[in-house]
């Protein structure tokens, strides 16, 4: 994805970096870093696919530096983490650049802070805005926070699912077999709803494994699903594998990586929950109706049934995975 505004403030003049070290909060992949030197990047994200990707291509994503110049904070879908993120900047780096794109809310962004700090000098520019401005010290009301949503489950801004559970996640729960096996893996696990519940109803369960790539909700699932027969995971769901195989994975696999519906990345969870179960292994997964996974449940398991849903949701369940 390519980024300009930040190489168009810097090659214009409009905006010099200071010396010293500079962090980037959650850089998509692809960002353009191309104009500030390397050495000086340290790269935070909470998201381990995009995780890895700074970190293969050789950036600095290990415990933040000790003195920041500068925080750069590319804005993300979710308003409530955008603020918390500046929130967050203000209080690590005297100097505060955000970026983003229109469509992720970087104008509303710009107004309020322009509300608190008068004039802001700007790049409007390829449907985004790139502004910056010196650290107005702390702003406690946009700081990151967890809260119980009504069904008392702990999340925070920036996790799917945010205001409470979600609704195909529960018709999954309600179509659950009594029997699960001994060792159940949860893919794309979220804020932890399908594990707090299964753990609760399935006195069978061994081992509960949980894998989830975004940060923010493993936290989340740290508090809601304390049952010591639970582990969780940082990960990608389609590259990790378990140790040993499952007997069952429970699954609303994620259907967008960013703005765009992606089917492919769901499709990518049933290849990789194939791979992960045993020979007479079973998957149970929700999905939105319009999205197209029949194919390759049929490509990655013997045999497919779908077992209802409604509002928008179907059921599936799959057994027999193919080797
Ligand atoms: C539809 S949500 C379901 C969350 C949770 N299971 C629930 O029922 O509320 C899909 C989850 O997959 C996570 N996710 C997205 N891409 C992932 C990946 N490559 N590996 C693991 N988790 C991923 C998202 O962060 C999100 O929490």
Redesign the pocket.
Known sequence: MAQPRLNTALNEGLLTLPNGRIAVLRPPVGYDLSEVPRDALWISHG???DHAYWADAGYDVGPQPGDLAAVIVVVPRSKALARAMVAQAVEMAPLVIVDGQRTDGVDSLFKEMRKRLGDISSVPKAHGRLFWFDTPGPIPEWKAAFSKSPDGYVTQPG???EGG??K??AQ?IAALPAKLGTHVG?????????GSEVLKTHPEIAQLEM????HL?VECAAQNVTDPRATSHW????T?RPQTPFDTII?????H?SRAADPG?GQ??IAAAAKMLVKHGHLWLVANRHLPYEAALGDHFGRVEEIGGTGGFKLFHAHRPKP
């Open positions: 998201f381990a696919p996790v799917f699912a559970t979600d195909g996640s999954l949860d893919l794309g696990s979220g804020w932890g709803y399908l894998i989830e790539a975004e909700a990960a990608d769901a389609t990790w699954t609303n696999p994620p259907f990586t990345l990518a969870f």
